[in-house]
């Protein structure tokens, strides 16, 4: 049997999973009757706040968030520029507030609620913050994924592929698995979003419904080309990242192409308004 054949069990299905989305997310944007894009309020407001005056996100959460390395948050700035060729007005996730979110242990509370958590967690907090100096979990294949709201950059679970000497037995799904014991094991109870086999950093979202829209007389509809237009630019995005970025047989990955979460820095135990990337941090865990 392969030395690999579980981690390449496992990626299957996380690629399983990211295909299968946006295969179905394409079908539900490319029909006759679409209802328009879905358009966050929240962040609308917060983005357009002379509108809005004294607006505040009132959504707390807590997070162990993995953030990407240097390398990574360049090749999303080259894939941003990319999209806004084709929808100018979209609101681009700022480089330094990139971040895959390893485990949310809850959201949409209020602050005080909040931090009664954080006093639960903090004593684990180092070890778990630190996890990843002795954890390695290695990341491949970057891939766009998206919908009616947002745009995401997923990677996958490594599976022995490149020419480096990373061991790749101990998988990002192995990671996942073990902050959520961590976590719970301080008498938390977790109450995530996020339970798909999932590896993503979400890079943008729409912010104004009228980004494919055309006019006819008086009156703006809804414009199938363009939307065509842009999902054609997702997929032209994606057929190039994996000419240019995914691991080919003997030649080492391309920077960016490969992500081995906490180099660089270990997690980021975060509390906060975080949805779109703010927040402040509790604890950073040293990267390797």
Not at 201 to 207: E, K, N, V, Y
Not at 253 to 260: D, K, L, M, Y
Request: aromatic residues 10%; contains cysteine; hydrophobic residues 35%.
């Amino acid at each position: 049997m392969d030395a690999y054949y579980v981690q390449a069990q496992l990626q299957l299905r996380y690629n399983k999973h990211r295909t299968i989305r946006n295969e179905q997310q394409k079908a539900r944007l490319l029909v006759s009757d679409f209802p328009g894009l879905s358009v966050d309020p929240i962040l609308f407001q917060l983005v357009n706040a002379q509108h809005f005056p004294g607006f505040e996100d009132p959504r707390y959460c807590l997070v162990f968030w993995a953030r990407p390395t240097d390398a990574v948050r360049q090749l999303v700035n080259i894939i941003q520029q990319k999209l806004c060729e084709v929808v100018p007005d979209l609101w681009l996730m700022p480089l330094q507030c990139l971040h895959m979110t390893t485990l949310e242990i809850t959201h949409s509370l209020t602050a005080p609620e909040i931090e009664a958590l954080v006093h639960t967690i903090l004593p684990k907090s180092e070890e778990i913050t630190n996890y990843t100096r002795s954890h390695q979990a290695r990341l491949v294949k970057p891939m766009l994924s998206y919908d009616a709201s947002a745009i995401a950059i997923s990677f996958l679970p490594a599976a022995g592929e490149g020419t480096g000497d990373h061991n790749d037995t101990y998988t990002y799904h192995h990671l996942r698995r073990d902050v959520y014991n961590l976590s719970s094991s301080t008498g938390v109870e977790i109450t995530s979003r996020y339970t798909v086999p999932s590896s993503h950093l979400t890079i943008a979202r729409f912010i104004e419904k009228n980004s494919f829209v055309r006019k006819e007389g008086e009156n703006l509809v809804h414009d199938p080309a363009k939307l065509r237009t842009f999902i054609d630019k997702i997929e032209g995005v994606n057929e190039w990242l994996k000419a240019s970025y995914w691991p080919k047989d003997g030649r080492t990955v391309p920077a960016g192409g490969e992500w081995i979460v906490g180099q660089e820095q270990g997690f980021d135990f975060r509390k906060g308004t975080l949805w779109y990337g703010g927040g402040e941090t509790i604890r950073l865990g040293k990267g390797f």
